[in-house]
């Protein structure tokens, strides 16, 4: 039997099947138009799409949270990341913000007390961009509908003015793009960030220039202690955060993610699922874990395999056919 793929026409009855060399093979699930098919050796592989709930993509990992403005956001989260209070004005409250006020205040020979709103703001903005608020790497993002919803990275989000409080929503990294977004700011001074198992232990180890430094039991550890010491003030914390390539990747990360959240938001979410069957057929297909794929998917377009959802499908199936181990001929 040859290798081959090619794009079949679902009958639909009691059963969803599939013709492939004359044997109607039934699906585990209800596809959504067509599938693809990739026979190889005496095996057939056949990609459908499923239409069903899809699970938020930013549950993934390396792709970080994205968190809104109630009702989205119960939790207040995206206040906390953003450094405010619950009246989204920015939290002078923060021991971080009390603490750098009080410096100010005693330069100027006086109290915090004494000091002006507009010396607050200075105060505030200086303990964000630090770190010390806040989470220094968030993005700020702008919500727009028009028929549909979508999030973008607001275009001033990150350039230090701070000017702007708020946002409709905000993205944070998660724990593995922090650790990339740590890397690359440390990079100046030859630090980077290593993990290992010691019998049942998890170890964080800080390198610098390729020897280890520094040992600890949980990341966020290791990571304090290299900015107590390579960033031990607010002005060199200030200044690694905001610089630009952090800034840059930041926004890569954001943009990346939104591609999916978008569409996910919108109800344009598809289930990739693949069964695969012994050639004859004898039993029940085995079947994959749905994978799922977030894109709009217009009907006409997919039957002409113009479709970036069905594109992908397709893809897929030729890289099965093309190496999975086939079985015996």
Not at 65 to 72: E, F, G, Q, T, V
Not at 300 to 318: A, I
Request: hydrophobic residues 40%.
């Amino acid at each position: 039997m040859q290798t081959s793929i090619h794009f079949a026409y679902v009958k639909e009855s009691t059963q969803y099947t599939i013709d492939v060399d004359g044997q109607a093979l039934a699906l585990s699930r209800r596809p959504w138009g067509g599938a693809q098919v990739a026979v190889k050796g005496r095996t057939a592989f056949i990609g459908y799409l499923v239409e069903e709930d899809a699970q938020d993509p930013t549950d993934d990992d390396a792709v970080g949270k994205i968190y809104a403005m109630p009702p989205r956001d119960e939790s207040g989260r995206l206040l906390e990341v953003l450094g405010l209070d619950i009246f989204r004005h920015p939290n002078f409250e923060h021991p971080a913000v009390q603490a750098i006020a009080a410096e100010m205040a005693a330069r100027a020979g006086s109290t915090a007390g004494d000091l002006s709103e507009e010396q607050w703001l200075t105060a505030w903005r200086r303990a964000r961009r630090s770190g010390a608020v806040g989470n220094p790497f968030a993005v700020r993002l702008d919500k727009y509908e028009h028929g549909a919803i979508e999030y973008r990275v607001d275009q001033h989000c990150l350039t230090g003015d701070l000017e702007k409080f708020s946002a409709d929503a905000v993205w944070v990294p998660d724990a593995e793009l922090e650790k990339y977004l740590y890397e690359a700011m440390f990079q100046p001074q030859g630090v980077t960030f290593g993990h290992r198992f010691d019998g049942s232990k998890n170890v964080h180890e800080v390198i610098h220039n390729g020897v280890v430094v520094g040992t600890y039991e949980s990341f966020n550890a290791a990571v304090k202690a290299t900015r107590d010491y390579w960033l031990g003030n607010a002005s060199l914390a200030e200044e690694a955060y905001t610089r630009k390539a952090i800034v840059l990747l930041c926004e890569k990360y954001a943009r990346e993610a939104l591609e999916d959240y978008n569409e996910y938001l919108n109800g344009h979410a598809y289930g990739i699922a693949v069964d695969t069957f012994a050639i004859p057929a004898s039993a029940d297909p085995e079947c994959e874990p749905t994978e799922y794929v977030f894109a709009s998917t217009d009907y006409e377009e997919g039957y002409l395999g113009l479709n970036p959802t069905l594109t992908e499908l397709r893809e897929r199936m030729e890289r099965r056919a093309g190496n999975d181990a086939a079985a015996t001929s």
